[in-house]
């Protein structure tokens, strides 16, 4: 069960000159909410709203522009990671979790530098924007930046963010593979435009049991926990990508001779740059890339139910509240 809702401690009596109050109509509750559960904060990073003010400095957004934020709350623009276009790792980056503990999207309103917020395009209705805003930015950065059309990506685990990437990796024309530890899952995965799913709950060896006979080049590994890696060395092509994206603070382990010689690179991915944020969300405006989601009301009671069917893996695919 998560924490007693508290009484809010913070207040803010102005708004900055470069922050703009958002009027929340939407979220996503993101697998990564289940780890703050029991902080004292206001949960919630896939937001969407409405501007309803902006600071006397803004100059991007006016009242009534559609927003949405994401895990980024700003970075600071002149240390080494942000000048190379590495902007998630800022080493002073404001991140969900870790600064503005008032500020989260299971709320009504927010208020939130005007250079880190997201414009929603036209074609792409709030309640489906939310899941883009962390969960579709996450998977689509490492495959915009890993995965060419002519690859067989596998994307393991197919929860918010998993159904997220088999979408986008299906529309930039690569070959998808879905493992699984939900065989229900299977008929939406290929819906959803993969090749070919395998249901990995019950193999306890390596996946050369599953009879796949063409190697996966890059593995986007999306499941809430840590996986074994080494079960899929020997479906993987030589010089393969593995992209981990779970968060967990367990300890990763492969065997290393076979990640030598097989040359498997492992290049964990964490959220998306401003830039690449933006893109995905032309992309998925462009090709229609729509999450499948559940709404709950934005109320105390609906925020309870969807962080426990999120953490029982009821979920399908991403859990919405919504002032609706
Ligand atoms: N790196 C980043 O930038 C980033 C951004 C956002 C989230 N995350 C992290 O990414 C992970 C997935 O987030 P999400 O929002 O997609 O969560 P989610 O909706 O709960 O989906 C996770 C999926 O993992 C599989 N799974 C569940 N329990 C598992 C277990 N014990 N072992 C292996 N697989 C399991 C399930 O898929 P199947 O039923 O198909 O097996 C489940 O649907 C979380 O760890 C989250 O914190 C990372
Ligand atoms: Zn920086
Ligand atoms: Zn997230």
Redesign the pocket.
């Known amino acids: 069960m998560p924490a007693p809702i508290l009484e809010p401690n913070e207040y803010r009596t102005a708004l900055g000159p470069d922050e703009v109050v958002v009027k929340v109509t939407h979220s996503g509750?993101?697998?990564?909410?289940?780890?703050y559960m029991m902080q004292d904060m206001v949960l919630g990073h896939e937001a969407v709203g409405v501007v309803t003010s902006v600071g006397s400095a803004c100059t991007i957004f006016k009242p009534g522009d559609r927003v949405g934020w994401g895990?980024e709350h700003y970075s600071c623009g002149s240390c080494t990671p942000c000048l190379t276009n590495e902007e998630?790792h800022c080493l002073k980056a404001g991140y969900y979790g870790a600064s503005d503990f008032d500020q989260g999207s299971f709320s009504d309103i927010g208020v939130w530098k005007e250079k880190w917020l997201f414009r929603i395009p036209d074609g792409i209705q709030s309640e489906d924007a939310a899941p883009l805003m962390?969960?579709g930015?996450?998977?689509f950065?490492p495959l915009i930046e890993h995965c060419r059309p002519i690859d067989r990506v596998g994307i393991?685990?197919?929860?918010?963010?998993?159904?997220l990437a088999i979408q986008f990796a299906a529309k930039m024309g690569c070959e998808v593979i879905?493992?699984?530890?939900?065989e229900s899952?299977h008929t939406d995965a290929l819906a959803l435009g993969a090749s070919s799913f395998y249901d990995?709950?019950h193999v306890t060896s390596d996946f050369s049991a599953l009879g796949i006979t063409k190697p996966i080049d890059r593995l986007i590994i999306?499941?809430?926990?840590?996986?074994d890696i080494s079960q899929f060395y020997p479906i993987l092509s030589r010089k393969a990508i593995v992209i981990?994206?779970?968060?967990?603070k367990e300890t990763l382990s492969v065997p290393y001779y076979d990640t030598l010689f097989n040359g498997v690179k492992i290049i964990?991915?964490?959220?998306?740059t401003r830039y690449m944020q933006t893109k995905m969300l032309e992309f998925a405006e462009r090709h229609k890339i729509c999450p499948i989601i559940e709404k709950f009301p934005m109320t105390e009671a609906g925020i309870v139910a969807a962080l426990e069917k999120?953490k029982n893996?009821q979920?399908r695919?991403?859990a919405v509240l919504s002032w609706d």
């Open positions: 509750v993101c697998g990564t909410d289940l780890h895990y998630c962390c969960g930015a996450s998977c950065s393991v685990g197919m929860g918010g963010l998993g159904h879905v493992f699984s530890r939900s899952k990995i709950q999306t499941a809430a926990s840590l996986v981990p994206l779970t968060a967990t964990p991915s964490m959220l998306a999120l893996g979920i695919y991403r």
